[in-house]
Every structure is written in C-alpha cells, then in structure tokens.
C-alpha cells in the first residue's frame, strides 16, 4: 500500500470518526437543549396565569369573574396569529390552560372541555404544586401516539394572604417544536458534512504536498544513488532539514569516493616509478661499467622527480579544491602570459618550438600566483605534446567585458572518448615519448578556472588539441 493512500486513509478514518462523533453529541443535545427552554418559557407563562387567576378564584369557582376569565381563555386559544420565527411560520396559539381548586378539580380547560369537573389531583404537575414542590409532567396525549406527547408546568395559585386556591398549568405539544429541531439538526448535519467535506479536501491537498515532497526527496536519493546528484530540493520544514542532511551527506560520501578514486590511481601511477627506482637501486649495488652506471643514477633521479612532481601535483589540486576565497587583484593578463612563455623559453628553445602569438591587452580581476601556475600547467602540456621544431599558437582576445585566451599545438590531438573527461585528475593520453601522463596538470587548470569563475575547454584541432580559457575582464 503507497504511504499517500495510507495517510489519506487515516485522514479519512479520522475526520469521518471525529465528524460522526460531533454529530452525535449535538444531535443528542438538541432535542433536551430546546425542552429545557421551552420548560423554562412555560415556568414563566404558568406563573402569569397563576396571578391573572387569583383574584377570579378568589371570588368564588361559581362567580362571574373565573367565568369571564375562562372565556377569555377560551378565546386564547382559538386566536390566530401570523408569525415568522427565522423563517417558519406560526398561524396559531398552541398552549394548553388549565386552573384546578385547591382539591385538584378541574375549573377551567382550554385544551379539552370536556374535562371541566374531572380530578386531576392525581397528575405529577397538580399533585406537587398542591404540595408545595415545583410542579412538571410529560404525558401522551394520546397513549398510542408518540408525537402527542405534552410538556405540561404548574404553579399554584394563592390570594393576597397567601392562601392557595388551586393550581394554574400551562402546556405546550412538542410537535410544535419537532420541526425547529428537525430544522436544527439538518442545518447541523449539512454543516458537519461541509467541513467534513472540506477536511477530506484539506487531507488530500496536504498528503499530496507531503507525497510530492516525499517523492522529491526519493528521486534526490536515486539521482544520488545514481551518481547523479546535483543538489537537494528546495523544501521547507523537517522535510527542508532532512532534504539538507541528505545533501551533506552526499557530499561527504563523493568526496570520500572522489579521495578512493584518487588514492587507488596514485597507488596505480606510484607502482611505475617504484618499480623503476627498486630496479636501478638494484643494479646499482653490483659492479657496473661506467656508461651504465650513468644509465641507472640518472633513471633514477628521473623516477624521483617523477615522484615528486606527482606529489606536488596532487597537494597543489587538494589546496585549489579546498579553497574557497581569492586574493583577487587587477591584473594584466597579457603581460602573466609573457612573463609565463619567458620562464618556458629554454622549455620551447629545448624542443624548437615556435610560438605564434597574438595577445590583445586584457586586465582581470584575479589571484597572480593561482594563473602563473594553471598557465604553467598548460603550456607545459602544449609543450610535451607538440613534435619538435613545431608551432605553438596563443591568441589573447578581448571581447566587449569578457575575454579568450586560445592555445594550440600540433601534437596528436586527444582520443574523442577522452576528450569529455580532460581535466580530471588521471585522465590523461599517452605522451608522444610512450609514457602515459596523469592528467594533475590539466585538473589544476581547470580549478583555476573555475575559482576564477572562468571556463575551460578542449577540443580538437586536427591535428592538435586548442584549448580556451573564457572569462570576464576588466576594461581599462
């Protein structure tokens, strides 16, 4: 099961749980919520009619005043009224009255009657406001019906020294309340459905953000595992953190796969000169004629060298690659480039080697030492390569703020598979004298640059290899 349809589906068990259990709760409490107020409206109302009927009761069951308050009474209830409660329309008056003696005998019924002269002392309503308690029942109006069911609130009637004369109870059918509490709850459950609605919505979007997030992070992850990471996503949160932690790691683990990589070529380039030093050593030690002699010492300060050059190679690209920050300074890039073929001159004289120039003056921004040394590297390598009494051409051409430094010699060229991977450490082709170089200088050049925020590129030039140096310069 994919995790997004596992957290949707928790989502959805729980706001479906939490919407049914909300709902449960407040359609259990509706329906006691609205009886309680009528209950409390009707306290009132009995308590009205109670003092309107005292002084009626006062003057006797038989006498005219009860009789008038009865037919006004009578009246109440067959009234008409056109109201609108929020939205619902009430045409009639709905509340049952009736006074009872201080026995309990019925004296007046608007609801029925018929019942004028029955004994209600025995209802819950008549029988404790007689005795003095609060007074309240319930009761179908019809056994058989559930709907009829009646609220029905006493409260006693007394005269002006306090004497109680009967019971006054006011009734209310809770049919005329079921439809504001159907209206209620279905206003209640259309709005629990909306935000249910709403919180599956809301679910969704956030478990797609958090998937398409998580994905983002699985596909970092794979482009790493492929060896093809290019930096982590951009994400906020723990998911931010996590993404950045992977990041880091990432990075600890190329770097300490870059140093693998590097330790087992230097073992590899170190075997060479090893094996040829071990070998002179050797030879040295036994009695040798003198021409040989010369052979092996000076292999063996060949091997040496070679060593040390390679060392020194390798410290030199560790500290570029470490470093992070240039001593820039304004510089004449035309007038290094001089300075460089002057230190190179015995180098070109040593080989025959011409050199075809063509240096526009160009000023940069830029570490002297760091640019000696990648030009080093590169004529040095133009050097090697080229065949003797052949020509070298560097051409320094501004252009606008940016500037181009070309160099080309007439050597072989670089075998096409190879040529994509020129200026990383050990990927080099064989010299034109059989041995096969390291590739250190060429990946010092190309750090230089790259500090410098420049670029570094080779192709082929059939026959040669051109290689340019691009960047921005400083007009003067």
């Known amino acids: 099961m994919h995790l997004g349809f596992r957290v949707l589906l928790a989502f959805f068990v729980l706001a479906g749980l939490t919407a049914w259990f909300v709902l449960r709760v407040v359609f259990s409490e509706v329906k006691p919520a609205v009886r309680e107020v009528v209950e409390e409206l009707l306290v009132d109302t009995a308590y009205l009619v109670a003092e309107l009927s005292a002084e009626p009761l006062a003057a006797g069951v038989d006498g005219p005043a009860l009789q008038r308050l ?30 009872t003696d201080a026995q309990g005998k019925v004296l007046v019924d608007t609801g029925t009657p018929s019942s004028v002269g029955q004994d209600y002392s025995a209802w819950n309503d008549v029988r404790r406001t007689l005795r003095g308690e609060y007074g309240a029942r319930s009761s179908r109006a019809r056994p058989e019906d559930p709907s009829s069911l009646v609220m029905q609130v006493a409260a006693p009637v007394r005269d002006a020294e306090g004497r109680l004369l009967g019971v006054a109870s006011v009734g209310k059918p809770t049919a005329s309340l079921d439809r504001f509490i159907a209206r209620t709850e279905r206003r209640v459950f259309l709005l629990g459905l909306a935000l249910f609605i709403a919180s599956l919505v809301l679910g969704g979007l956030v478990t797609a953000w958090l998937i398409w997030n998580v994905r983002r992070l699985r596909a970092y992850a794979h482009s790493v595992q492929a060896g093809a990471g290019q930096g982590a996503p951009q994400l906020a949160g723990e998911l931010g953190e996590l993404a950045r932690a992977m990041d880091a790691m990432r990075l600890r683990l190329e770097d300490r796969s870059r140093w693998e990589q590097r330790v087992r070529a230097l073992t590899h380039e170190l075997k060479s000169p090893l094996t040829g030093l071990r070998g002179a050593g050797e030879l ?94 590169l004529l040095g390598n133009a050097i090697d390569f080229a065949p003797a009494g052949s020509r070298l051409d560097i051409s320094l051409q501004r252009q606008g703020s940016a500037f181009s430094l070309s160099l080309r010699d007439r050597g072989p060229g670089v075998p096409p598979e190879l040529l994509a991977d020129l200026g990383q450490p050990w990927r080099a082709s064989v010299r034109p004298d059989g041995r096969r170089g390291s590739g250190l200088g060429l990946a010092i050049a190309r750090q230089v640059a790259l500090l410098h925020r420049a670029a570094l590129d080779f192709e082929n030039a059939k026959p040669g290899l051109r290689v340019r140096f691009t960047g921005s310069s400083q007009n003067p």
């Open 284 to 377: 040295l030690q036994e009695p040798l004629p003198e021409a040989d002699r010369e052979r092996f010492a000076r292999q063996v300060v060949e091997q040496s060298e070679r060593l040390q050059q390679l060392v020194e190679r390798l410290l030199a690209l560790s500290r570029l690659e470490a470093q992070e920050h240039l001593s820039q300074q304004p510089l004449r890039l035309d007038m290094l480039l001089q300075q460089v073929l002057d230190e190179l001159a015995p180098r070109l004289a040593q080989r025959g080697l011409h050199v075809e120039r063509q240096l526009d003056p160009v000023t940069l921004s830029g570490d002297p030492e760091l640019l000696a040394l990648m030009l080093h590297n």
């Open 70 to 99: 009865a037919a006004q009474l009578q009246r109440l209830g067959q009234r008409e009224v056109d109201a609108r409660i929020w939205g619902m329309a009430k045409l009639r008056l709905d509340l049952r009255i009736y006074l």
